[in-house]
């Protein structure tokens, strides 16, 4: 029997601290209760909702109308330098893992929060890296069948995967390449990469950037020399940023003073504040630049 909870306050299981309650709530441990859950959402005729930690999500004030399965499926197996790993495992333990195994190529993972599962799903990435770029394949439940998919399948792209706009795909788990290496130079790089998150990161709580860098394709509106462009792709946070919206409040939601394409929680902030201030970011960056900001979030129950 699952033990299937009802009117769960989501607020509390993300990290943005923002949303109703799920009508229906359940922590699946393993892969067969993530399988038992989803049949019973789909028996009941519910809309079902893959939960990891919350951290890239906004979820409405009204909260979710069906089923809410959070993933805490955590084990994980280490074979040379493949590591295997369930979907609910905490990125941050993961990258603790590989280099207590001596192995090297998540340390810029270090300080994201949130699970393998929702790192898969929107490709993670951050300081020149992605987490595809580690990936050898991915297990998934698609229609109550189990397959394996190889990484070439997942269509991976920036902050993208096949995964992203597929919410009747189940992430279960994934293997990992990485390199055999020395565990003082990982450490030295932990460091380096927690030090840049501090300094440049607010710690109010916040569902990290809300949006993606957009591709350039226009830049007849942008000063060169002074836009941070990377792989073609111009930083969100400086368009906003230059639209002087640093600060900008809407009730208790905030354009962070400190990184304006993250939207800080003051305190009671609603999920309703936080889309009128991504609305009016976007029509101000549309105005000034002609550029149009793409959420890199995604939204639960509106
Ligand atoms: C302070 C802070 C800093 C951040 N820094 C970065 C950063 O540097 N780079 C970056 O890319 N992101 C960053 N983020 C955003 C976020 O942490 C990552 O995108 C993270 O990988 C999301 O994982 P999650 O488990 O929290 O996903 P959730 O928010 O729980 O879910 C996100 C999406 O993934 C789906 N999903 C989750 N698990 C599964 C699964 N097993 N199967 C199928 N779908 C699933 C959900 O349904 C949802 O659509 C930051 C966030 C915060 C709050």
Redesign the pocket.
């Known amino acids: 029997m699952l033990k299937i909870k009802k009117n769960i306050i989501l607020s509390s299981?993300?990290?943005?601290r923002i949303g109703g309650r799920a009508k229906y709530f359940f922590s699946a441990q393993n892969k067969k209760e993530?399988i038992q859950a989803v049949n019973w959402a789909k028996k009941k005729n519910l809309d079902f909702?893959?939960?990891?930690?919350?951290?890239?999500?906004l979820v409405s004030d009204s909260g979710f109308d069906g089923l809410v399965i959070?993933?805490d499926n955590k084990n994980y197996k280490v074979n040379g330098n493949i590591v295997s790993v369930e979907?609910?495992m905490?990125?941050n333990e993961l990258v603790k893992i590989s280099i207590d195994n001596n192995l090297s190529g998540l340390e810029?993972?270090v300080?994201?929060?949130?699970?393998?599962?929702?790192?898969?799903?929107?490709?993670?990435?951050?300081?020149g890296h992605?987490?595809s770029d580690f990936i050898l394949s991915v297990e998934?439940l698609k229609n109550k069948e189990i397959k394996i998919l190889q990484k070439e399948d997942c269509s991976f792209s920036y902050?993208n995967s096949l995964?992203?706009n597929n919410?009747n795909?189940?992430?279960?788990s994934a293997k990992f390449k990485l390199k055999k290496d020395n565990k003082k130079k990982s450490k030295e790089m932990l460091a380096k990469y927690l030090n840049q998150?501090k300094i440049t990161?607010?710690?109010e709580?916040?569902?990290?950037?809300i949006f993606k860098n957009p591709f350039c394709t226009d830049l007849s509106k942008i000063n060169k020399k002074l836009a941070p462009i990377k792989d073609n792709r111009i930083s969100a946070g400086w368009l906003i940023e230059e639209c002087g919206l640093k600060g900008y409040k809407i009730g208790q939601a905030q354009i962070s003073k400190k990184h304006a394409n993250?939207i800080i929680n003051c305190g009671q902030a609603k999920a309703e504040d936080v889309i009128i201030l991504i609305s009016l970011t976007k029509q101000k960056v549309r105005d000034r630049f002609n550029i149009q900001l793409e959420e890199?979030?995604?939204y639960?129950g509106f």
Request: proline content about 6%; hydrophobic content about 45%; overall charge positive.
């Open positions: 299981y993300t990290t943005f993530i909702f893959i939960l990891g930690g919350g951290s890239n999500i959070r993933l979907a609910g905490p990125l810029w993972a300080g994201i929060p949130g699970t393998i599962g929702g790192a898969i799903c929107g490709n993670t990435g951050a300081f992605s987490i998934i902050r995964f992203k919410r795909i189940v992430i279960l998150r990161q607010p710690v709580p916040s569902a990290g950037c993250f890199e979030i995604k639960v």
